[in-house]
């Protein structure tokens, strides 16, 4: 096994790098206490290409390859995980599965926008009453002639104020479970369509999460992507390689309460030297690197499987369950090495923290990814 990069991973990191240490890094405290992140960041993504990585040129995409995407996503997670997390929805989640599973009609009207940062996408499929449950929505859309009428509501759903179109799933036949369910592409502007952010979070306070309202939303009947009563298998598709972005953005997280560990532990002084020189101190430092290094190599497994078009979605949980609890482990840890000052806004851990907990928490709980591995290793389905 070869795990070093080519000339162009490299190149593409770099640039990543550069780009956040440039753009995003000095406005991480400004942003985080204004719960807003500068909404003029989505267009210098896409034109970085950082917004059309993996979708054919054709349709506007910038290629590359997974490993790529995970390389960037690191470096925006190292920065500010409510920006990777617009990458990872808008690109990951939306504009992926549009050139999966979308018409050609479908791939030239949105791939454009999407990949060059004129458009966001959001993934509408978190309700108030069903998150772990997806295949139990109770938003409906009722045929009416060539149009869908839709009727619901969404919770959660990042980058929701600001998306221009929703990949929208709502229940669309009386099949029981997620066999009833259906995709659509719904834009944002549509008439009964209505938004309101989410503000007061813990964490990814920059980022814009906001509630849905659908009421009598008219859609024709080609907005539906892939066909009736596919939509639980695009979503799920669609969330199993967004396990590896996550995990992807975790390892950042983790590497940047790496890099302020030591930094603060080479600078601070204690009892005489700085407290880097302490043993207890570099036992600390020490369990954050191997976080990382587990991690990084754990996600860029999934990568690697993708790219050779392997079976990955067991490997998708595992690296998102060991990265998302890894990143949290790894700021507390930063955490404490910081001690009183960690607790100060002005220093990174304990926004580190607070962004590292949601990872535990959506594109499936650390439960539900121990489910489906524990699924896949005995046969026996849970539910």
């Not at 639980?232 to 390689?241: C, D, E, G, H, I």
């Not at 207890?280 to 993708?306: F, N």
């Not at 923290?353 to 026996?380: F, H, N």
Request: proline fraction near 3%; glycine fraction near 10%; aromatic fraction near 6%.
């Amino acid at each position: 096994m070869n795990l070093e990069l080519s000339e162009e991973q490299t190149a593409v990191r770099q640039l990543a790098k550069d780009f956040t240490d440039r753009e995003i890094t000095p406005h991480v405290v400004e942003w985080d206490r204004a719960e807003s992140v500068d909404r003029s960041i989505v267009r210098k993504l896409g034109a970085l290409g950082f917004l059309g990585l993996t979708i054919p040129e054709e349709y506007g995409g910038s290629g590359g390859d997974h490993l790529a995407y995970c390389l960037v996503t690191e470096e925006l997670g190292r920065g500010d995980s409510s920006v990777r997390g617009i990458v990872s929805v808008s690109l990951g989640l939306v504009a992926k599965t549009v050139a999966h599973w979308g018409t050609e009609e479908q791939k030239r009207r949105w791939l454009p926008g999407l990949t060059s940062g004129e458009l966001v996408g959001c993934f509408g499929l978190t309700e108030p009453g069903t998150g772990s449950d997806a295949g139990n929505l109770t938003t409906r859309a009722v045929r009416a002639g060539d149009d869908y009428i839709i009727n619901g509501s969404k919770m959660f759903i990042t980058n929701g104020t600001w998306a221009d179109v929703v990949l929208l799933f709502a229940r669309s036949t009386d099949a029981p479970g997620h066999r009833g369910v259906s995709a659509f592409l719904v834009p944002t502007d549509t008439p009964g369509l209505t938004r309101r952010e989410i503000h007061g979070k813990l964490g990814l306070r920059g980022q814009a999460t906001a509630e849905l309202f659908l009421e009598d939303v008219r859609v024709p009947a080609s907005a539906m992507i892939a066909s009736e009563g596919k939509g639980f298998s695009v979503a799920m598709s669609a969330l199993a390689k967004g396990r590896m972005s996550v995990a992807a953005g975790c390892v950042g997280i983790a590497q940047a309460a790496l890099d302020s560990a030591v930094k603060y532990a080479t600078e601070r002084e204690q009892f005489g030297r700085t407290i880097a020189h302490h043993q207890l101190v570099q036992e600390l430092i020490t369990d954050i690197a191997v976080d990382v290094d587990a991690a990084r190599l754990l996600t860029w497994r999934v990568a690697d499987l993708i790219d050779r078009g392997q079976p990955f979605v067991t490997e998708a949980s595992k690296a998102k369950l060991f990265a998302s609890e890894a990143a949290v482990r790894a700021a507390n840890n930063a955490l404490q090495v910081f001690g009183g000052y960690g607790y100060i806004d002005e220093y990174p851990a304990g926004k580190l923290l607070r962004d590292a907990r949601v990872m535990t928490l959506y594109e499936g709980t650390s439960q539900i990814q121990k489910l489906v591995i524990g699924r896949a290793l005995t046969g026996v389905s849970a539910f």
